[in-house]
T-cell receptor
Framework: EDQVTQSPEALRLQEGESSSLNCSYTVSGLRGLFWYRQDPGKGPEFLFTLYSAGEEKEKERLKATLTKKESFLHITAPKPEDSATYLCAVQVPDSWGKLQFGAGTQVVVTP | DSGVTQTPKHLITATGQRVTLRCSPRSGDLSVYWYQQSLDQGLQFLIQYYNGEERAKGNILERFSAQQFPDLHSELNLSSLELGDSALYFC??????????????FGEGSRLTVL
């Protein structure tokens, strides 16, 4: 069965303290891997799509990378506004837009 | 603002009742997705419609049903409600690409509380 596992469950960072979140997956053929950000009481907000091993995407202080079995979301010099839950999701062939989400990593950045 | 509108934002009802959640996708988006988010289950895919037709089905209970209307808005009907149905229900839409897109635009959700 396809699985998506995120670690750690929670992460507390000081402002400026860089760190990485992990998303490991076991799927039968990966069509795409997606990162979303979710603020409390809000819907998830799309961040990145990665399609193949070795691919990297960047947006402000966030950088996502992909290998054959996992993806990392690197947060460089985070600010308090980066506090959120970060969700990883995978899409497999013939699944249309159906995404399988991980449980998320809750990130808190303190000043 | 994602452009996806969901109503109502909050709903409190009793066990055994039936409720309808409504979603208007972004202008031009043909696909609508419904997801359920609870504390113990995370974000779970329920069902997807594309231009009025059902395209993919997830772990949606038989007590739940959905449809997408000609104007592309969608409704999720939840009946014979149980305490465990209390959750956030999200609607999302995506651009009209063949095979479905993983870049979803989520609404702000409908929080259902069953007492």
């Amino acid at each position: 069965e396809d699985q998506v596992t995120q670690s750690p469950e929670a992460l507390r960072l000081q402002e400026g303290e860089s760190s990485s979140l992990n998303c490991s997956y076991t799927v039968s053929g990966l069509r795409g891997l997606f990162w979303y950000r979710q603020d409390p009481g809000k819907g998830p907000e799309f961040l990145f799509t990665l399609y193949s091993a070795g691919e990297e995407k960047e947006k402000e202080r966030l950088k996502a990378t992909l290998t054959k079995k996992e993806s990392f979301l690197h947060i460089t010099a985070p600010k308090p506004e980066d506090s959120a839950t970060y969700l990883c999701a995978v899409q497999v062939p013939d699944s249309w837009g159906k995404l399988q989400f991980g449980a998320g990593t809750q990130v808190v950045v303190t000043p | 603002d994602s452009g996806v509108t969901q109503t109502p934002k909050h709903l409190i009802t009793a066990t055994g009742q039936r409720v309808t959640l409504r979603c208007s996708p972004r202008s031009g988006d043909l696909s609508v997705y419904w997801y359920q988010q609870s504390l113990d289950q995370g974000l779970q895919f329920l069902i997807q419609y594309y231009n009025g037709e059902e395209r993919a089905k997830g772990n949606i209970l038989e007590r739940f049903s959905a449809q997408q209307f000609p104007d592309l808005h969608s409704e999720l009907n939840l009946s014979s409600l149980e305490l465990g149905d209390s959750a956030l229900y999200f609607c999302a839409s995506s651009e009209p690409t063949s095979g479905g897109s993983g870049e979803l635009f989520f609404g702000e959700g409908s929080r259902l509380t069953v007492l």
